[in-house]
């Protein structure tokens, strides 16, 4: 198991960029895939962003934020991020970092495959 704890969420106008941090710990967060979910008031948690046990993995994205968001990770950091832009009122909710201990593609991956979540970070876009 890893502990995630996320930051840099706020609240940013519509066409505004954020970029949101995930601290691990642990000594074999390169063993996990990465991932950030999202979920807004009365809405199901929605995977977003995620990226394979290295730098330079596969990634995923939904095609509601295909183009906009970009999962990063550092992994002689224990580091992820999601650069964020082109944001839109749509996109706020509760973002949360995740990993998965698998080596199996990120795209085939699902909520139940992340074992370990952060407390969440409120990311507010108004219009």
């Known amino acids: 198991q890893v502990q995630l704890v996320e930051s840099g969420g706020g609240l940013v106008q519509a066409g505004g960029s954020l970029r949101l941090s995930c601290a691990a710990s642990?000594?074999?967060?390169?063993?996990?895939?990465m991932g950030w979910f999202r979920q807004a008031p009365g809405k199901e948690r929605e995977f977003v962003a995620g990226?394979?046990?290295?730098?330079?993995?596969?990634?995923y994205y939904p095609d509601s934020v295909k183009g906009r968001f970009t999962i990063s990770r550092d992994n002689a950091k224990n580091m992820v991020y999601l650069q964020m832009n082109s944001l839109k009122p749509e996109d706020t909710a509760v973002y949360y970092c995740?990993?998965?201990?698998?080596?199996?593609?990120?795209?085939?991956?699902?909520?139940?495959?992340?074992?370990?979540w952060g407390q969440g970070t409120q990311v507010t876009v108004s219009s």
């Open positions: 995740a990993a998965a201990q698998t080596v199996a593609p990120v795209t085939n991956l699902r909520r139940a495959d992340f074992g370990s």
């Open positions: 642990g000594r074999t967060f390169n063993m996990y895939a």
């Open positions: 990226i394979g046990w290295w730098s330079g993995s596969t990634t």
